[in-house]
């Protein structure tokens, strides 16, 4: 396989500025449920970077559970790698990637912990089987086996028989607090379509088009 020949030209529609919504959330939740109507499988999957102290960077893929004009807000361990290094500097950067719409949206911003309150409602609605699997999983440390784990998962099982299971202290929501928004719409000979929001202090959005 050359990858080099690896080529696919976009053009199923472009992106005017009168076409965007003057909130890029509602823009986004545009986007969002045109990509659900669509079919596409975890629409809301969304690439999630960040970086320590020193400039380390790392990503991984996470889902995302809560939008509103806050930000952009996904639940996990603040033990495991991506917990500590937001803890550590708190800033992120997002990108969800629809190919068969052909856009991505790109999103940068300052991190902050989603209020316990908030946490604890999005805990109750996960399976208990997900509820379990927070207590049983030291996120990111070493494993001498997959039996281990199992074994933690059995004795938190056990602990937790018969009784609603309760977040763990450790885990909780993190939110995605927008400074820039991109969104990309794929488009011939890759001159795409991109057009950002940046945030305006106080208040408020400015739109501009960035060469593709």
Known sequence: MKLADLRKDYGREGLAEVDLDPSPFHQ???????????????????????C??????SARIVLLRGLDERGFAFFTSYEGRKGRELEANP????????AALERQVRVEGTVERVAPEESDVYFRTRPR???????TSRQSEALPDRAALERRLAEVEAE????????PPFWGGFRVCPLRIEFWQGRPSRLHDRLC??????????????SP
Do not use: H, K
Request: no cysteine.
């Open 28 to 50: 986004f939740e545009r986007w969002l449920g045109q990509a659900a109507e669509a079919g596409l499988a975890e629409p809301n999957a969304m690439t999630l970077a960040t």
């Open 52 to 57: 320590t102290p020193d400039g380390l960077p």
């Open 91 to 98: 800033r992120a950067a997002l990108v969800f990637y629809w």
């Open 129 to 135: 089987g997900s509820q379990v699997g927070a207590w």
């Open 160 to 167: 937790f028989v018969g009784r609603d299971v309760p977040r």
């Open 197 to 210: 929001y940046l945030r305006l202090e106080p208040t408020g959005w400015r739109i501009e088009r960035l």
